[in-house]
């Protein structure tokens, strides 16, 4: 059994080079005590935000499919950013990039979709090859950089030389970064008013020449006859610029400054991915040798890859900390589901969970005085406890959020079971507090046999229960603000 399977979210984000979004989305978890992600399979941007909207107090993640949103454009990306940034949660869109490096790039960056301008993670199959990741990745910090930048201009402006005569002319002289200058012809009326007319472009004029009155007229030159003046205007323009990161750089664990109770402030400026290493559907092709390959190549690009879609964990090096995202996830139907306003007590949704997640934390730990971590493990995996006998007649099988933690998951990964419901802000907290106590489960395990009672404690604060929970309000009803 790996070490990160027994360690909190919080211990597991403090791990020595824990890349700062893998460390940011732990963190993340442990203040929320949500590791839910709502995958939203919708058809409108409308739908998509009303659910990011309803949902996003209890996921730490939603799961996008940019390409079956008939409408997606500017207003889906900003919408989605914005709701995410407010209800804290990270955008993963679930593009499974499958091809060629130039080709994925593309994809990833360009295009109506502009996924990596919005989405923090994305994932992608690996039989293309290595390179695709590394291609991903180039595509990523081009993205970052040219999206992330504000560009300043300064523009200065030289005087009015008078010439010859005294004549009142000035001779009108541009220059920016490729020094190319303009001429333009003036003549001035006695009543003030002014004609303009452009002369031929020069590019061979030298930013710091102002010809003379007959190098500039020739034999073009106004009669004073007509009582009217050639000018000539002189003004000397200057344009420069700058570029400077709106967002700042990814910054470490111990660097990036925390929120009220442990929360961090916002996002760090980096993307990730997310390799697919197993698939929840029936007879797929992703055997065990091809699952090896993904977790070598995500070892030499730890940088970005920040873990794997799969039903297990596959953390088996001392220096593996990959987080595992598992889909498939149900639970069966409840007849009946608690109204918050009706509690009681009349606690709030958040003392309701740290209510519960003490009492799951107890339990786990009085279950583990006679049992191993292992055998524990073993039983949460038997059937009748832990899979459910569910397909949807496409190929998808089901397991229970408690079956998807035993095996090492670290986010569940639910759907229909959210989006098809009648109140789905109420459905995704039920899922969200099944994953919690499944987890919490987990970690209490561990603490019971080899910490005891002190190690529970210690498991509960490091998860955010103490340190968090002021961070999450009761679920907002659909309509409320």
Known sequence: MHSTYLMSYQERANLRQTPPLTSYLLRLMAAKQTNLCLSADVQSTSQLLDIAEECGSSICMLKTHADIVHDFGEKTMKGLMEIASRKKFLLFEDRKFGDIGNTVQTQYAAGTHRIASWASLVNAHIFPGPAIVTSLKSAAMSSLASNNSRISTEITGGASLPLEDGAPGYFLHKTNSARSSSKFSSTASSDGDAETT???????????????????????????????????????????????????????????????NGMPTQAPLARGLLLLAQMSSKDHMLGPEYTQKCLEIARDHRDFVIGFIAQESLNSNAEDNFVVLTPGISLPPESTQPSPATTPGGMTGLQQRQKAAASAAAAAAATTTSMSPQQERTSSEQPQLDSVSKTDGKGQQYNTPRHALSMGSDVIIVGRGIIAADDRGLAAERYRNEGWSAYLSRVGAGAGSARSKKGTANTVKASGLETGIGLVSQRTRPGQS
């Open 198 to 260: 452009r002369g031929d472009l020069n590019e061979d004029d030298e930013d710091d020449t102002t010809p003379s009155a007959d190098q500039f007229w020739g034999d073009q030159r106004p009669s004073d006859q007509d009582g009217r003046k050639g000018s000539i205007v002189s003004v000397s323009t200057t344009i420069s610029s700058s570029t400077e990161y709106i967002s700042p750089p990814s910054a470490s664990p111990a660097e990036t400054p925390a929120a009220i």
